[in-house]
Structure formats: C-alpha cells, structure tokens
C-alpha cells in the first residue's frame, strides 16, 4: 500500500514562490517514479513536472519550464515541487503521483497512486 500526502499549498500574488512537499509512506520509494499534476475547476489533469527513481530525468510541462523545479530525497521519501515567478493560472489543486517504473510519462492513466492534493491559488 503506498500513500502519498501533499503539502505546502495556498494562497500567493502572482510573482511569488511555494515549494509543495509530497510524502510518501513505503517501504521502497526509490523504486518509483513520481509526478506532479495539477486540475482546475472544469479542466482535465495536466502534466506538470516528473523525475525517476534516482532524481535523473527531470521533465516538464512547457507552461512551467523555467519557473518550477522538481525534486526527491529518497532517504527522507519526499518529492518536492518549488514554484516561482507563479501566475494566475497556475492555480489548481495539486497532486503527487507515482508509478512503479524508470520512465517519466506525462499520461495520469499511468500512475497508480495519487494524493489527495493541495490547492495553489495565485491572485493577481
């Protein structure tokens, strides 16, 4: 059984920074490969940054390139999201996935875990 618990969500003027923290509870997190998505209200989950088991690979949606950094500490079995120069639309819920694989894949149908999400709300 694997959970996943998202934090470090709220509430931030655009231009400012969060760095979201997703922990896991398993026994062997360095044998998955873990995402970040995000869903806002009446739009489908979007991709938004992967990395591989050992932290290589780091992946990322063109809308968040250059502004968000994707992270893991698998002694401490966290995966981290730090955000900045954040916008308006980056506001959504945020979710950690996971998938038990060496191949970072933008398609939620692939993870099988999920958290239950933060929110990440950006005023302008």
């Known amino acids: 059984q694997v959970q996943l618990v998202e934090s470090g969500g709220g509430l931030v003027q655009a231009g400012g920074s969060l760095r979201l923290s997703c922990a896991a509870s398993?026994?062997?997190?360095?044998?998955?490969?873990m995402g970040w998505f995000r869903q806002s209200p009446g739009k489908e989950r979007e991709f938004v940054a992967g990395?591989?088991?050992?932290?290589?690979?780091?992946t990322y949606a063109d809308s968040v390139k250059g502004r968000f950094t994707i992270s893991r500490d698998n002694a401490k079995k966290t995966l981290f999201l730090q955000m900045i120069s954040l916008k308006p639309e980056d506001t959504a819920v945020y979710y950690c996935?996971?998938?038990?694989?060496?191949?970072?894949?933008?398609?939620?149908?692939?993870?099988?875990?999920w958290g239950q999400g933060t929110q990440v709300t950006v005023s302008s």
């Open positions: 996935a996971a998938r038990i694989s060496t191949i970072v894949t933008n398609t939620p149908n692939l993870y099988r875990y």
């Open positions: 398993v026994r062997t997190f360095s044998s998955f490969t």
């Open positions: 990395i591989n088991w050992s932290g290589g690979s780091p």
